[in-house]
């Protein structure tokens, strides 16, 4: 079978996109994939474009994925969805699906997936946006990720603000209206810093996990990309520097609705740290 054979990638998302090219190259323009994992739904998406290339007619190539279980079992036709969406921000899924949570990167707390996609067709910077995601889905080189950081902290903080601003600032905004407030600091952005490392980890796993299915360029350690190897052991790389000190994570356990900062039997005293 053409390169099925001689393919080397073991992670089933992989494998699943070269048999998909196999049947194309094979004259299989109809053809179903059966999953419960949304992975494969953004993946087949951002794979639409050189799928259609493989065949000698894309216009009869039509994909559908049979997702779910039991009542919410659903049919979607992968094709059609990618002619809505259209070839530009298909290309940049396999980078906003892993930015946004997948099985190996973390998710924003309280922003889910679909208010980041609407925020993305809808930002003032939504071509830059989509060109940034386009060019980290695809094995990208550490330049080209240092190049994008910028236009994705700023699209972060309008996400959270609805301003372009230094992120940092953002955070700090945000911080000062939600330490009062029980629960909200998980609402709070990630700093910088954080941000980077996360970059870096999506990058990996949607350039050079997902995105090298049909190259299967050599693979390299993700030590570097948002994670540190240690002991032959991979651990998350979630900062490289602190980003609350110890006092101000006191200052945001024990905070009061003191107004006049003099109170001497509230949390605040008790620790020892002024009110806010």
């Known amino acids: 079978m053409y390169m099925i054979d001689e393919y080397t990638l073991e992670e089933a998302d992989n494998r699943m996109i070269c048999h998909i090219s196999h049947m194309i190259q094979?004259?299989?323009?109809?053809?179903?994939?059966?999953?419960?994992?949304?992975?494969?739904?953004?993946?087949?998406?951002?794979?639409?474009?050189?799928?259609m290339t493989n065949g000698n007619d894309s216009t009869r190539l039509r994909i559908f994925c049979d997702f779910g279980q039991t009542d919410h079992r659903r049919i979607y036709p992968i094709h059609k969805m990618y002619e809505r969406l259209g070839k530009e921000r298909c290309l940049g899924l396999l980078f906003f699906h892993s930015f946004t949570g997948c099985d190996s990167t973390s998710s924003f707390y309280g922003v889910t997936k679909k208010k980041w996609l609407e925020q993305w067709f809808s930002c003032p910077m939504k071509k830059e946006v989509t060109t940034v995601f386009k060019q980290l889905s695809w094995t990208p080189s550490a330049e080209t990720v240092t190049r994008n950081m910028v236009a994705l902290k700023e699209f972060v903080s309008f996400v959270y603000t609805g301003k372009i601003q230094d992120l940092n600032l953002a955070r700090q905004s945000l911080f000062t209206t939600s330490v009062s407030e029980k629960g909200k600091l998980r609402n709070l952005p990630p700093s910088d810093d954080a941000l980077k490392m996360h970059v870096w980890r999506c990058c990996y796993q949607a350039g050079w996990v997902w995105g090298n299915s049909l190259l299967q360029r050599t693979s390299f350690s993700p030590d570097g990309w948002g994670w540190t190897i240690c002991d032959n052991r991979l651990h998350v790389n979630w900062a490289t520097t602190k980003a609350l000190?110890?006092?101000?994570?006191?200052?945001?356990?024990?905070?009061?609705?003191?107004?006049?900062?003099?109170?001497k039997s509230c949390k605040c005293a008790t620790g020892k740290i002024n009110c806010l």
């Open 26 to 51: 094979c004259g299989i323009y109809c053809i179903a994939v059966r999953t419960v994992d949304t992975d494969v739904i953004f993946i087949l998406l951002g794979f639409m474009d050189q799928l």
């Open 245 to 263: 000190g110890a006092d101000l994570l006191k200052t945001a356990i024990y905070t009061c609705k003191c107004t006049t900062a003099k109170c």
